[in-house]
């Protein structure tokens, strides 16, 4: 009976990891800047940071298409949505994918021409678990970060149109 016991508490300790990484991160809360690596391979940190508001998509490659429709009206609607205050990212989730990374390194490369987008990838979930992302696995993820550090949106997978809505409220606010 006592071994059962043991049993049980031991089976559900080894849960709570899986449970809290299933989690989606507290909106507002604050994120620290990281140390993750350019699509050249070099370490960095975020460069704007601390200086200027981020939207930041955060993508699984094998999800790329999860949006698709939305990155359109985007990229199409950039001179509309750009700002000095607001400095895009596109940061590749290469721990998740199945795909190898240089490919995918120069197809982000093509995806992201003609937009002022900094490139970024995640190696090893070092920007998701500091930020507390939580299964970010064959996802589209869109945040913005303000210049305070304060994460203020996050939607993971596909967008609903009033996902789409709130995006968009919050980016021209913060212009």
Not at 65 to 92: R, V
């Amino acid at each position: 009976m006592k071994d059962m016991k043991t049993l049980k508490i031991l089976l559900a300790a080894l849960c709570i990891p899986f449970a809290a990484a299933a989690e989606e991160p507290q909106v507002p809360s604050h994120v620290p800047n990281v140390e993750i690596i350019t699509l050249a391979n070099k370490a960095s940190v975020l460069p704007d940071y601390g200086k200027k508001h981020m939207m930041i998509f955060y993508v699984d490659p094998d999800a790329r298409g999860q949006n698709k429709e939305f990155q359109k009206e985007l990229k199409k609607n950039q001179d509309k949505t750009a700002s000095e205050n607001i400095a895009g990212y596109a940061i590749l989730n290469l721990a998740d994918t199945k795909l190898p990374g240089g490919m995918v390194r120069n197809f982000a490369k093509l995806a992201t021409s003609g937009t002022e987008s900094i490139n970024m990838a995640d190696n090893d979930h070092t920007l998701r678990d500091a930020w507390k992302l939580g299964d970010v696995d064959d996802k589209f993820v869109l945040m913005f970060v303000t210049k305070d550090g304060e994460m203020i949106y996050y939607r993971a997978g596909e967008f609903s149109q009033k996902d789409i809505d709130e995006f968009y409220e919050i980016l021209y606010k913060h212009k």
